[in-house]
Each structure stands twice: as C-alpha cells, then as structure tokens.
C-alpha cells in the first residue's frame, strides 16, 4: 500500500520509520520544514515526497499536525482524496478535530478515524522521531461509527502492523473526557510544580519522587496551549478537582487533624491500589 | 567497628544489608516485631540483636523509626550510649527530631547528627529491603555544628563506604523547607491526582506521564502524616504555591486566553530546562 504521513515532527516522523521498519508499503511524506522532506527521503524514512500529484494514491493518510492545522489540511486536501482511502489523525484531542473531518469525509467521499497514538518523549521534533517509539504503545481510535466492524478491524490491522500493541475504540468525547485526565492534567501539574522557589534549590535533595512529578514540566507550549483551549470544560474539570483534593490535606494539616490526614493519604493510597493493581 | 541500627524496615533493612555487603563491621540490629530481629540474623542480615548490654559497644547508632519512635527511642537509651558513638537517624523531617535530640546528646554527651538518605521505594517493610538501595544516592547530614570537620569528615567517611554515592550538610530548617517540596510535596499531589473519578475509567489511555504522576500515590499514610505533621508549615505553603499556580492556567482557559496559558507554560518549561539540564 502507499502511506501519506503529514508532519514529519516525533509523531509523524516516528510513524513513517516504524512503517518503513515493519512493513513493505510505500511512504509518502510530508513537512512544512522543506529541509526535514530532503532529509527524509535522504535517510529512507519516506520514499517521496506527498504532494497534490500523489496524495490520490494513498490508501492510508496520516496527519500528524496541530488540531488547527490538521482541520484546514484537510479542507485543503479533500478534493484529491481516493475514496478508499481512510484518514486518521494522530491529535492529542478528537472532538474539535472529528467534528470537522467526519463532515469533510462524508462531502467528499472517504474514511476518517480520529486517532491518538499513546506515546511520546519530552522533546520534540524529527530528529527524536525512531521506529520504536510505539513499540507496547496502544493507539486510540475514535471511528464515526463504533459499529462499522469491517472498517475498525482492517484499521486495527494496519495500526498494529505498523508495531502498536494495541487498539482502543472510544468516542471523541470520551476521548476528550479521558486524555484530560492522563495526559493534559499531568502535563499541567508538572509544569506547575517547578514554579516553587524551593525549585532552584533542590539539588541533593531530590530523590525519586521528585524527578516523576516534574518529568513532563519541559514541554512545547505552543501544541500544548492548543491543545488544552480545545479541551478547556475537561481540564478546567480536572484542575479544579486536584485543586480541591489538594486544599483537604491543606485544611488537615492546617485544623491539626492528623486522623483526617491519614484518612485522606489512605484513600488516594487505596485508589491508587484499586486502580493499577 | 560495631554498628547499631534501630527500625529495621525497608531503609533500616536496607542499611543493615549494605554496611554487610560493603564493609567488615558488625551489625547489631533491633526492630519491636521481633519475628524480624530472628529473620535478619538468620540472613546475615545482622550480627545479633541489638539491647541494652551492647549499646554501649556501638560506634554508630543508626535510628530507621518514625519521628516520635525516635525521640522516644534515644530519649530511653541515653543513658546506656557510648560517648565516643555517633547516633544519626534517617527520619524524612529534621527540626523535630534534631531539636530533641541534640539536647539529648548535650546532656548525656555523645554525638547525634540528624540525616535523611536520598532513596526509598513505593513499598516499605523488611521483606523489601535491599543491599543496593543506596547505590548512587546522596544522605543529607544535619549536624548541630556544620563547622566541626572533624566529625564530619569521619562521618561522610563512613557513609561513603555504606555505599552511598554524596553527603550534603545543610541545617534542619533548611533541610524541613526543601524536602517539602521535592519529597513531601510530590507525595501529596501524587496522591490528589488519582481521586478524579476519571482514575476509575483511563485503562488504554494512559502513556508515561500519568504513570509518573502517579508512581508515589499508594504510600505508608501513617508514616507520611506524621512527617507531613512536623513539617506543615513548609508542607502548607508548598501546596498553597501550587495550587495559585495551577489556578492560573484554569483562570487562562476559562477567560478563552490563549496567550497567558502559552506564557505560563513557557514559564513552567524554561524553569525545569534551567534547573535540571
């Protein structure tokens, strides 16, 4: 098959090596960096460079741009198509992204899938992009129909044929719900975290604990403002709820109630076990 | 020499294995579940068990208990310790142990210095205890004079060839001010961030950055109350901090402002790249 994959940053540029390293099918590439195309054809990540000439003769086209971007490429694009061809995406939000490509789909005749592959590093960029990068990853999917069985399971194929382990069928909404949750509220905490002026300080001190939490504190502000004033009702959710919870160990420690205290250490402790045990 | 080592849990355990592995010294270990005291000798864990008729052989005293225990603990044996040993014990909190217990040692005149070792695990007990905990981890000293090199070279001497990588000396207040925010700090948010009722529902949508997040919410909540209760005036403002700070990009997102949640991510960014790289 021919593969179409726009963007060529981690997320695309990883897509394309992981396809050229696991499978027999062409890659057709595309980034808005000129020099990262040249590049890529140079190191034999792509076969070609994606163009209006070629992009008819993708089965599969992958958009791993911005929300934003993603919705005005494809508006662009549309018209050139394949009507078997499917169209998956790889934003970290599907519900601003899906409302606008199911639409596109159906006005011109082709398949769309929301998707968000489950992996990434703190950095960004082709130059981190490797074939491995989605090695025991699962990648979400968020079809327009949950009950279109033959298309879910030949997508399915080609995900994990590329090296994901796994595949997991929700809606964009639930999506959205969700990924607030695992991933836009982790990014936010660890961002906040390291605004402390005890931060500059810490050297020797920190053991384990306090390399977790602020793992993610280094991101792209940029992607990730997008993506979070697209998801805004979720996260704005989310924080408010850690805020909350946060304020109750506060109000403990503040009244001197040390048994509210483990009470509230031992219910986090209790989740915590519940839910990844 | 003869080491004493009180607590014989995950970091007492450990200590006991390491000083066996890495040295010729003989190890008198004491814990009240006395099942454990008969285990570790057994394993060679520890030489006998430590009492009041070998106390006084001991040139170190090494204190692996709760805060309380361990003022408790030195305030009962004082009488029977050495004048020549140096008690130090490893609570996570330093000016209510220290404060105590530099009386205790004025009074009775031998030497105590407060510590804290840099490494732990999100389990706790005996069973877990290991001869490596300690590899390539830092054991912060808090002595009541941090000009008396004498007695510092000849401690960092020998908490060296335990197996520790540095020793940092600072004072108990400042020790109390940082580890609330690299240790105490992430116990909290850790465990504040799997109460949202979205915890019950991620399986398939969690990459790295909620595992990190995460690692440490399931945590000892009679232990981590009591320390978070010697240190809530550091603890309060360490989760006052971050709850204004994540206030502000809730506050972003709700006035639809995408450039101050773009700054303030920069913000978070640019402070972990300065203090980590």
Redesign the interface.
């Known amino acids: 098959m021919n593969i179409g994959v726009v963007g060529l940053g981690l997320i695309g540029g990883s897509l394309c090596k992981a396809i050229k390293e696991n499978t027999d099918h062409a890659v057709f590439g595309f980034d808005k960096d000129f020099s990262i195309n040249s590049y890529a054809v140079m190191d034999g990540s792509i076969d070609a460079v994606l163009d209006d000439s070629n992009i008819n003769e993708c089965d599969y086209i992958l958009l791993c741009i911005y929300p934003k971007a993603t919705i005005e490429f494809l508006r662009e694009k549309a018209p050139f198509i394949n009507s078997k061809a499917v169209v998956i995406d790889c934003g970290g939000i599907k519900r601003a992204i899906c409302d606008e490509c199911f639409a596109l789909s159906d006005e011109f005749n082709f398949n769309f899938i929301g998707g968000h592959p ?3 590093l703190h950095h960004s960029g082709y130059k981190y992009s490797k074939a491995t990068l989605y090695k025991d ?2 990648m ?1 999917l968020t079809p327009k129909n949950t009950d279109d069985i033959v298309l879910l399971e030949k997508v399915t194929a080609f995900i994990k044929s590329i090296g994901f382990s ?1 595949v ?1 069928v929700t809606t964009p909404d639930k ?1 959205d ?7 836009q ?18 050297k ?7 390399k ?8 792209n ?2 992607m ?3 993506l ?2 697209e998801n ?1 009702d979720n ?2 959710f ?6 909350n ?3 109750q ?2 109000e403990a ?2 009244n ?1 109630d ?1 048994e509210t ?9 209790d ?3 519940a ?2 045990n």
Request: aromatic residues 8%; hydrophobic residues 45%; without cysteine.
């Open positions: 489950m992996a990434g990853a699962s979400i796994s997991t999506h719900e969700i990924i607030a949750f695992t991933s509220l982790a990014h936010v905490v660890s961002n906040a975290y390291v605004k402390s002026p005890q931060a500059k300080v810490h020797g001190f920190s053991a384990g604990s306090y977790d939490l602020t793992r993610v504190a280094k991101l502000e940029n990730w403002a997008e979070f004033m805004k996260l704005i989310e924080i408010e709820h850690i805020i919870a946060l304020s160990y506060k420690m503040e001197e040390t205290l483990k009470a509230l250490l031992k219910e986090g402790s989740r915590k076990k839910i990844d």
